[in-house]
């Protein structure tokens, strides 16, 4: 097992969209690949960004012309660095988003005949093309446009690469395809035999029908029939054909939709039926862009609907996008936060938002973070990366234990009004409910359960089996669901482990490996737990995924503490081999400081750059470090500090950090930290008597970004701002406080005592 941890997967390794949207020019690009490869990056998803997809939003673009002969050139000189540095590409399967429309060209084969319609009081009209603002869509309720993107994308790089699909290029993605939109008391989506169909879906006529639809006063049978009957069209003519076509071709389809958070704007996010979307797909999956997830909120439970669909057709991995939105503040804890989120509700595949060619003009402003070596915290992240990859690994062994299914009541969402709100209000309430007690939990839907099987208690749902499904209240089940919840005698909750005492803030989820049992612990609050876990099989060790330990524990009940936002693996059916240790603070360092900053990272007047700074250290306290260096100061300072001491058996412990730290000792590098805790062994550097001691402490970029006149500079040089811009800078003022904070302690670990 800890060989296989030690490098998993390259597929398994969370991938960055890597944004094509400057020149692609092979040298930069090699050298950019490299640079990934040394941070511990072994997944890429190129991210083509033409100038045609948004010329006035993000006006600064890519060349060659998309899908050029030119530009699969290049495209060729990504997938050969690739594989000399042993990474997995994905195939991002359009020009911009979203996906279906290869950035205009299959409407512009197709004119308005592939255009999006709709039904309105007027007639049918036809979505007019404004290729001025970005690229025009499709109408993706239609076979034939479908075809023709499958032509000029997925065919075209299996001519120039078809040597790579499964191999190389392993994932194709999808980003938020989606029907026309549906605007209740404005219009409805529609093509061309949309009537024919629903007469031939239903049973009767639409058109009597239509008026009191697009005014939203429809009987509720009516718009749920409706809906129905767009989801399946949506999933035959567009999803279905892209994902066979993958699978012919030796590669797996996978992506995600729109707003999936938000069950109650379902129709106007235009996912159709999300579960049926997203049984669609070979690796179902979900984003977290801007900020639907974050510590110390209340975050719903959405990334259960792709790994349930996942759990359910007895597939390993489950893709999530993370962080597009989140701003340049985002700090390590934060990041760690929403990866462990997206893991233990069974996300397991992860694209990290974003890498770019060029921060040229609008990319400084638009959507970021901003990854690679401009960010200042980059050179800490192998440590993320390393960590993301080998909890993705452990969390594919094996099959999922889930005891419970809830019910996922898309037809009363259909249904709208007090239907719509009961149904999203009641269906928040029972999963966060079940996430608290540590009960999981897999949704279930009308197609599933049509399907599913009554056994000695047990309901059986594609290769899952539950033992407790919560039916919410609906008018609106099909007959064999409501024989389902009728016949189904269902038990309280089963929880995965026993906790003391009840501990809301815990999440869990587990495996079952042959023998052994994988239990992965969530502390999602901002406090420290001291709790018992309890579990079913023994013996159990504890796996540390930074220094690949197995430690031992006494019992299958033991006592554990959670530093805030920390996670735990914990494994049956094997010994551990090392004890655990505790890590005890002796004596407070309060040797006077000194503090110089080494570079900066800044924006310039047209891109990011890093500096070198030439100041001269100065006396310093601990704490946040802008009186000295400025608010607006991005990049790494150096505290230095003299200490003597007649021990050699020291550990060092920084306290609390802001974000990231490296230490050396008497010029011995230590080693550096991305999380807390910030603790180093100094026995390799340590001497008795006179020491000197230096702590490098990097921010993040956001400083830098909310520098005064950096906004308004670049918005009068580039118009018009990024859309996400307003938002992510409110994000980013949460992160501006920056340096060591201490105390900084000396210690020692000693052996741990279970109880």
């Excluded at 120039?160 to 938020?176: I, K, P, Q």
Aim: proline share 6%; with cysteine; net charge neutral.
């Amino acid at each position: 097992m800890i060989r296989d941890l030690i490098l998993p997967p390259s597929e398994l390794s969370p991938a960055y969209f890597w944004y094509l949207n400057g020149p692609m020019k092979p040298s930069a690009l090699r050298k950019q690949l490299r640079e990934m490869a040394k941070a511990g990056i072994r997944n890429v998803c190129p991210h083509p960004w033409p100038a045609e997809f948004r010329p006035q939003q993000h006006p600064e673009a890519m060349t060659p012309d998309y899908l050029s002969e030119e530009y699969f050139d290049c495209f060729r000189v990504i997938l050969e660095e690739c594989k000399k540095l042993g990474m997995s590409c994905y195939l991002y399967d359009e020009g911009g988003w979203p996906s279906g429309n290869a950035c205009g060209k299959v409407r512009a084969s197709g004119g308005d005949k592939w255009s999006p319609m709709y039904w309105t009081k007027h007639g049918i009209e036809i979505s007019p093309a404004q290729p001025e603002k970005t690229a025009p869509a499709i109408n993706s309720l239609m076979q034939e446009p479908t075809d023709k993107f499958l032509e000029l994308t997925h065919e075209a790089y299996y001519r120039h690469f078809g040597s790579e699909f499964g191999r190389t290029l392993r994932f194709a993605f999808m980003d938020e395809p989606r029907v026309p939109a549906t605007f209740l008391k404005h219009f409805v989506s529609w093509c061309p035999d949309l009537a024919e169909q629903f007469r031939k879906h239903c049973g009767y006529e639409l058109e009597p029908h239509l008026s009191s639809l697009v005014d939203d006063t429809a009987l509720e049978t009516v718009k749920i029939d409706f809906h129905d009957l767009i989801s399946k069209l949506f999933v035959r003519r567009f999803l279905l054909p892209i994902r066979n076509w993958c699978r012919k071709h030796g590669m797996l389809n996978g992506g995600h939709f729109g707003g999936e958070d938000e069950h109650e704007l379902a129709i106007l996010h235009g996912h159709g039926h999300i579960m049926r979307s997203l049984r669609a797909l070979d690796l179902p999956g979900v984003d977290a862009i801007w900020r639907q997830i974050f510590p110390d909120k209340e975050n719903r439970q959405f990334p259960k609907l792709a790994s349930s669909i996942a759990h359910q057709a007895g597939r390993k991995q489950t893709l999530g996008e993370l962080f597009a939105v989140y701003g340049n503040g985002l700090t390590p804890e934060n990041r760690k936060f929403l990866i462990d989120y997206m893991l233990v509700r069974g996300i397991n595949t992860l694209v990290f938002s974003k890498i770019a060619i060029s921060h040229k003009k609008q990319f400084i402003l638009g959507c970021r973070p901003h990854f690679g070596p401009i960010d200042p915290l980059w050179k800490y992240s192998r440590n993320m990366h390393d960590y993301t990859a080998r909890a993705a690994w452990l969390l594919t062994r094996g099959t999922p234990v889930i005891p419970n299914a809830v019910y996922f009541d898309m037809r009363s969402v259909w249904a709208g009004g007090k239907y719509l709100t009961d149904a999203v209000a009641k269906q928040c309430e029972i999963t966060d409910l079940l996430m608290k007690k540590q009960c999981d939990f897999d949704f279930v839907d009308d197609d599933a359960l049509e399907k599913a099987g009554i056994c000695n208690g047990i309901i059986r749902i594609g290769k899952m089996s539950y033992q407790t499904l919560t039916m919410t209240e609906s008018s609106f089940l099909p007959q064999k669901v409501k024989n389902i919840a009728e016949n189904f005698v269902s038990s309280a909750p089963v929880p995965l482990l026993k906790v003391e005492p009840e501990t809301p803030e815990l999440r869990v989820c587990k495996r079952k490996w042959g023998k052994r049992m994988i239990y992965f612990c969530v502390n999602e609050s901002g406090k420290a737990l001291d709790v018992t876990l309890t579990l079913a099989e023994s013996p159990v060790l504890y796996l540390d995924l930074h220094d690949l330990w197995e430690y031992r524990l006494s019992s299958p009940s033991f006592s554990w503490h959670f530093e805030p936002f920390s996670s735990a693996f914990f494994i049956t059916g094997k010994a551990g081999n090392k004890d655990l240790e505790y890590f005890e603070a002796e004596k407070e360092l309060t040797s006077s400081w000194t503090l110089r900053p080494l570079r900066k990272h800044i924006v310039a007047e047209s891109d990011l750059e890093i500096i070198p700074c030439k100041d001269k250290a100065v006396s310093a306290e601990l704490g946040d470090w802008s009186p000295i260096l400025g608010r607006d100061f991005s990049g790494d300072a150096v505290y230095r500090t003299i200490f003597h001491t007649d021990r050699t058996d020291l550990t060092l412990d920084l306290g609390k950090v802001c974000f990231c730290a490296s230490v050396k000792l008497n010029n011995v590098e230590l080693g550096s930290r991305f999380l807390p805790p910030y603790r180093f062994p100094l026995a390799d550097a340590l001497k008795k008597g006179r020491n000197v001691l230096e702590i490098t402490v990097s921010n993040t970029l956001g400083n830098a970004l909310a520098a005064p006149g950096v906004l308004e500079r670049i918005q009068e040089a580039y118009p018009p701002c990024s859309t996400y811009e307003k938002q992510q800078r409110e994000f980013e003022k949460d992160s501006l406080v920056s340096g060591l904070f201490g105390p900084v302690m000396f210690g020692r670990f000693q052996k741990k005592v279970m109880e």
